[in-house]
Structure formats: structure tokens, C-alpha cells
Nanobody, 119 residues
Framework: QVQVVESGGGLVQPGRSLRLSCTAS????????MAWYRQTPGKQRELVAF???????YYIDSVKGRFTISRDNAKNTAFLQMNSLKPDDSAVYYC?????????????WGKGTLVTVSS
């Protein structure tokens, strides 16, 4: 059984940092692209960043230079380091494991972790 579990969310003041973690089990982690999405009420879920198995990364423009996505394949865990947080970053953050190659289409979502940026 595949499980994707996020952690690390919380309440933080503007300008501060948080690190989110996403641990996946039941998959061959190193061949999965790991992605972070976020969603606020009434809006579509949006991609924030992703990292492929080999380490290449992608970020949306609004988080470039502030967020860093990384992964530890030995620990089946992906991370999202979020610095210089802004109130607009407040959202539920979801981790997604995206299958590649012969596992293409086999995607798994976590249940999300809430990030609130407020003074």
C-alpha cells in the first residue's frame, strides 16, 4: 500500500522560514518525480515545485529564490525549504509522487499540511 505523508506545516510570521517534509512508502522512491502543490479556498491547486529522480528541479516564478525543493532517496523523503515567507504563501501544501517510465500515471497524493503566514 502506497502512503504519502506531509509534515512541517504551521503558523509562521512573514519573513520567516519553514521546512516541509514528504515521506513516501510503498513505491520505488528514486524513480518518482516528487512535487509540491498548494491550494487556498476557492482556488485551483497549483504546482509550486518539483524534483525529478536525478535531482533536476522546477519552480514557479513566485517562489524562485525563496523556496528550495530537495530529496533524500535513501530516506524516501522530499523536502520543501521555504524562506522569506509571505502571507500569499499561506495554503494547504500537498505532496505528490508522480510515476515515471513504466510507472507513468501512477500518481499518489498526500493529505496536505497547512501553512499559515501571518503576523
Amino acid at each position: 500500500q502506497v502512503q504519502v505523508v506531509e509534515s512541517g506545516g504551521g503558523l509562521v510570521q512573514p519573513g520567516r522560514s519553514l521546512r516541509l517534509s514528504c515521506t513516501a512508502s510503498g513505491i520505488i522512491f528514486k524513480i518518482y518525480t516528487m512535487a509540491w502543490y498548494r491550494q487556498t479556498p476557492g482556488k485551483q491547486r497549483e504546482l509550486v515545485a518539483f524534483i525529478i529522480g536525478g535531482g533536476d528541479t522546477y519552480y514557479i516564478d513566485s517562489v524562485k529564490g525563496r523556496f528550495t525543493i530537495s530529496r533524500d532517496n535513501a530516506k524516501n523523503t522530499a523536502f520543501l525549504q521555504m524562506n522569506s515567507l509571505k502571507p500569499d504563501d499561506s495554503a494547504v501544501y500537498y505532496c505528490k509522487a508522480e510515476g515515471t517510465g513504466t510507472n507513468y500515471g501512477r500518481d499518489y497524493w498526500g493529505k496536505g499540511t497547512l501553512v499559515t503566514v501571518s503576523s
